[in-house]
């Protein structure tokens, strides 16, 4: 499935060729994720002077019928959108969401951030906690960085950034989070590291 602002390209394994669908998004969607058979992404809904981030869902049994997109929302969710800063979203552990992003330290419309939080959603009973947080000495690294990259799955996510050279490891382990680096990893000029996800087996054939 690739999702553009406009539009939702599917390749349908039955038909073995590529269908296509109006997305019915208002704003082209950030980090779409695949959770069983839903995909969840992040969508713009403010104004060219302030973003607003709400989470939209679509089911692909669903994908061929009209507003195929939902926003999903709670009234006890609160504020949990606005204190972060580029929220994107990772694959959790079973049927969980992560959402990553600088912790605001304010309101206000270009309010620095004191650290980089992962939050967390489980999907069965819509509820929001936290994670964990980048250790502060740790996010040093990244507060000079105009952007950084986030990229994993599971209980592991990868957090790179211009000018570093190594990665932050964040580790979900018997209960709690452990953040490491990891050095020596080949890279371009600028350092900026990505990555992506994939599940690796073996099947037996008769």
Request: hydrophobic share 40%; net charge positive.
């Amino acid at each position: 499935m690739v999702l553009t602002e406009l539009a939702a390209l599917y390749f349908s394994g039955n038909s073995n060729h590529w269908l296509k669908f109006s997305s019915n998004l208002p704003s082209k969607p950030r980090s779409p994720i695949l959770v069983s058979e839903s995909v969840f992404a992040l969508c713009d809904v403010g104004s060219p002077w302030r973003s607003q981030w709400k989470l939209f869902s679509c089911n692909l049994t669903k994908i061929k019928t009209s507003q195929t997109w939902i926003r999903l929302e709670r009234h006890e969710w609160g504020d949990v959108f606005d204190i972060l800063k580029r929220p994107r979203l990772v694959r959790g552990v079973g049927n969980r969401i992560l959402m990553v992003g600088g912790l605001k330290s304010s309101f206000s419309l270009n309010s620095p951030c004191s650290t980089i939080l992962i939050l967390r959603l489980d999907l069965d009973t819509l509820e929001w906690d936290e994670a964990d947080r980048m250790p502060v000495e740790m996010f040093k690294c990244f507060q000079e960085s105009s952007k950084f990259k986030v990229f994993g799955g599971g209980d592991r996510v990868c957090f790179s950034a211009k000018r570093i050279g190594k990665l932050a490891l964040w580790n979900w382990c018997a209960g709690k989070g452990e953040w490491r680096w990891i050095n020596n990893v080949p890279g371009n000029g600028d350092g900026l590291s990505r990555g992506f996800v994939f599940e690796g087996s073996l099947t037996a054939l008769p």
